[in-house]
């Protein structure tokens, strides 16, 4: 079983910065794609931004320029650095990883969500 754990969200005043954390643990032999999307009240889940173990990134519109993803692969780890943040990025955040297991097996996981607010 794996497990991906985020923190890092909050409230914070439009313009402001944020940066979202993540964690991956357990059966891990590997992790592929590692990603964050968003899921606004009404709305449904959007991607945000995702990264490939070797790195290449992709944005959503709304984040380029914006926001930057990045990834340590020995900590199993992806981040998000959101800067010049706007009331229509308040949503619940969500941690992405696309693993194999050591037992082989490839499986999509997702975090619990964090949520995040902007609002003066």
């Known amino acids: 079983q794996v497990q991906l754990v985020e923190s890092g969200g909050g409230l914070v005043q439009p313009g402001g910065s944020l940066r979202l954390s993540c964690v991956a643990s357990?059966?891990?032999?590997?992790?592929?794609?590692m990603g964050w999307y968003r899921q606004a009240p009404g709305e449904q889940r959007e991607l945000v931004a995702s990264?490939?173990?070797?790195?290449?990134?992709n944005y959503a519109n709304s984040a380029k320029g914006r926001s930057t993803i990045s990834r340590d692969n020995a900590k199993n780890s992806v981040y998000l650095q959101m800067n010049n943040l706007k009331p229509e990025d308040t949503a619940v955040y969500y941690c992405y990883g696309k693993v194999q297991s050591v037992d082989g097996r490839v499986t999509d996981y997702w975090g619990q969500g964090t949520q995040v607010t902007v609002s003066s």
């Open positions: 357990g059966s891990i032999f590997s992790i592929y794609h």
């Open positions: 990264i490939s173990s070797g790195g290449r990134t």
